[in-house]
């Protein structure tokens, strides 16, 4: 008889369920610590897109909403002490060639990737949309986003044969969202009729909003001709926006019932069709950059159209993520076509508080405007933050997002922030973001982290020890915030590849958390309790909170501890078999002996 029982360790140490509230509450209490704070942000970065699934239903995006996404979002808030999450863009996205830029999404919509399709579908019919998926382990737009795609297909038949409930809540959308959407239904439209090259348009369709250019009766007309040759995509496109806007409510409101907050991602520019339909504002042929057309800032128009796009995202998330900030303070603008310098204006803070005004008009006058979090990491050639050596006023008093990217001596550090006078509610640093590249060693920053985290800078100049400290020094600041890939011990980059057909096709494994341990024991993975640990050390919170330290320590070590991994428990498992084995050969001995006697 012989019998085999593996030792090797096939997952991590995880937590037992009776380690797991102590851990909770010794990382709440050493991030305190460190930070001399309570109540930070502790923000995970995700885009919905490479957010896990199922290996029979992987339809080539993640869902918002779908169990699958929750069971990942209640990991990290276990694991890494998550309380708010900052999705990417949720807008509508578009592919050229083979490209999926999601900062040149559309700004007052959601994309089809935002439909959980675990609400309106069957089991079967999103097996057969991930039948269609050839890209089983990053994300694949083409098979959601694309007209015909296989999820389009599906929604399609769900639209013909809509039960009358969801008819009826459909119909009241349509109502309430008229106004927003009906120009993004007539633009699509007119696509389909034209293609898309406005170039070749008729100038009634290419200006049908320009009431310098197209009478009122005219446009109403031609609107009208158009609704009536695409009455179907019409409704249809309204009808996808519908599924896209329930399910965000609806996973908004679970995640709020497990404690996380959900942010949305501002972008700044505005889609084609956007800029179509409200052409007043802005500078004709124009550009801030990213292929982003100028608004005229100056103009009423302008201001409307902040405030449709501010609102939209008010309504929808806990906390507004506001994309290149400064582009609202002190743009420069430039000639669409030759490059030419246009002008470049210094507005101050009256954008900014138009954003803040239409989001209290929304949440309330006691809503607390540091969940506004705004991108002000610009070139300081292109926007200065500061009044001489002091930030300027409006700046100081609004939450600004920073990387550790850029780390040197005098700037890029949580360090560096407080001793400039920084107040620690008015910033978020994280050691990486989208446009990140991958994390390599800098001589610079070693020496940096060196000095801040008091560890000897040859170790860390090896990788794997200087992620280690990139990740710990952020934890000394009261607002953080943590790019999913990083966390998960992947070290590439996210949204700034050579080969841009790569970017933001990262996805989330469905065996995740087996994934998560196996990077830690690599050393490779965030762990929490070492970035403590370090802080603690630094700052000399081993000494005078020893106790907590031990734990912080402990906790550290079970993270990295392999599965079976303890002599003990090999040994254990050798005198098991050992025990069998002879057991077995004795059981075989007299029962050999008996039917001889018999």
Partial sequence: MQIKISTSPIFGRKLSSEEEAEYSDILNRGKNAVSKSENGKSILVVPTTSLPEKADYCTGVGYLGSKESFDFFEFAKKYWGINEIQLLPTGQFHQYDGKVPLYSGTSMELGNHMINLEKFLSKDEIARIAKQNNE??????????????????????????????LKQEFCSYKSIHKERLEPKAIYNALVELNGHDKYFWHDTDKYLYDDRIVKPDIKDKRINEIKSLKTESIDFYQFK?????????EAKNELNKKGLKLNGDLICGFSEDERWANPKAFIKDSTIGWGQQALDLDSPEAEKLIRQKVNFYAARFDGIRI?????????????????????????GDKILNIIDDEVKKVKGCNYDLKNIMHEFAADPKNFNIFDGTQLKPY????????????????????????????????????????????????????????????????????????IKAKFAEPMGAKNTMLLFSNALGINKSFGANKNPSENYKIKIAENFEEEYHKALQKGEAFNPMDALEKQFVAQGLDKTEKDLYKKIVKYRKILEQKENSKPWVKIGIISACSFLTIAGGLYMYFKKNKEEVD
């Fill in 241 to 249: 926006q519908f599924l896209a806007d329930t399910s965000l409510k």
């Fill in 395 to 466: 700046i100081r008093d609004r939450v600004k997002i920073y990387t550790s990217d850029y780390l040197s001596p005098d700037w890029g550090s949580n360090d560096n922030y407080l001793k400039r006078g920084w107040n620690k509610d008015y910033f978020i640093i994280g050691t990486t973001n989208h446009d990140s590249c991958a994390i390599s060693v800098s001589e610079e920053q070693a020496e940096t982290l060196s000095n801040i985290l008091k560890i000897s800078k040859k170790k860390l100049l090896n990788l794997k020890e200087f």
């Fill in 323 to 347: 994309d290149a900030s400064w582009t609202y303070i002190s743009p420069t603008v430039n000639h669409a076509f030759t490059g030419e310098f246009i002008h470049k204006k210094d507005y």
């Fill in 136 to 165: 089983k382990n990053k994300v694949n737009f083409s098979n959601i986003i694309e007209k015909n795609s296989a999820q389009e297909n599906a929604i399609k038949k769900l639209y013909n044969s809509m039960p009358e409930n």
